[in-house]
């Protein structure tokens, strides 16, 4: 009753590795959005939340054919002005596909904790200030093969179950189940860092210096200077 009136713009917000569209981060950020005049629109990433069965195939950090085509749905049938969010996994997503050379139809757009090389990413979450995330995250994507959400190979469901490491599991299974010759081609084909100097549009990108999966290193090797468009803070 109280909120200002409605500004026009939804916010297309993209939750992060293992999340949902009814993660905390996911929900408490749409309250805060709908009380300060925007709309919202919540997304399952593929196998994620209520969108778990629907899809067997996966999401993965330089997926943005689903954002593609996520943009497009929402621009032919909900509104022409929207901002696309991303968090951690999906901030990534969101940087490669502004950078990407195509006509983007969102009007701006928000990273935050994006982790722009992923094999430095990787590196860390493997590293022991980081397991207690590396085992959350090998839990849910091993248990989704277990379940038949992700349908892969009897060989990769067998290497899934045995990956001790992020980057064991990537290379072993994200990376054959999306086409990629291994976990470093994964990570150099799909990093944002190699498409943010090709962003047009303006947006921002956010990390905190202390956050406990993306090392702040990445984030001060981008010369921030050349992209003057996008509004960086740590």
């Known amino acids: 009753k109280n909120s200002p009136k409605f500004n026009g713009y939804y916010l297309v917000l993209l939750h ?12 408490s950020m749409a309250k805060a959005s709908l009380e300060n ?12 939340g209520r969108g778990e069965g629907y899809s067997h195939k996966a999401y993965h950090a330089g997926k943005t054919e689903d954002m593609d ?4 749905y929402i621009y032919k049938n909900l509104t022409k002005k929207f901002i696309f969010c991303g968090y951690s996994l ?6 490669k596909h502004f950078g990407e050379k195509k006509n983007q139809k969102a009007r701006f757009f928000s990273a935050v904790s ?17 397991r207690i995330y590396r085992d959350h995250f090998l ?3 091993k ?8 349908r892969v190979t009897p060989l990769m469901a067998k290497n899934a179950y045995a990956a001790k490491t992020m980057f064991d599991f990537d290379d072993w299974v994200s990376a054959p189940f999306h086409g990629f010759r291994g976990a470093l081609d994964y990570y150099k084909k ?15 990108v956010i990390l905190a210096d202390d956050d406990p999966i993306i090392p702040p290193d990445e984030f001060h090797s981008i010369n921030w200077d050349k992209i003057p468009n996008i509004t960086n803070m740590l």
């Open 90 to 95: 999906s901030a990534n997503m969101v940087l």
């Open 139 to 141: 839990s849910g994507m």
């Open 16 to 27: 992060g590795m293992e999340g949902t569209a009814d993660s905390h981060y996911m929900v």
């Open 190 to 204: 799909s990093s944002s860092k190699n498409f943010i100097y090709n962003i047009k549009k303006k947006g921002m």
């Open 143 to 150: 248990e989704k093969i277990r379940k038949g959400i992700y």
């Open 114 to 130: 994006p982790p722009l090389d992923l094999k430095t990413t990787c590196e860390h979450i493997d590293s022991k200030v980081a």
């Open 69 to 72: 085509a996520i943009e497009d």
């Open 37 to 48: 005049g925007f709309g919202v629109i919540r997304v399952n990433l593929r196998g994620c």
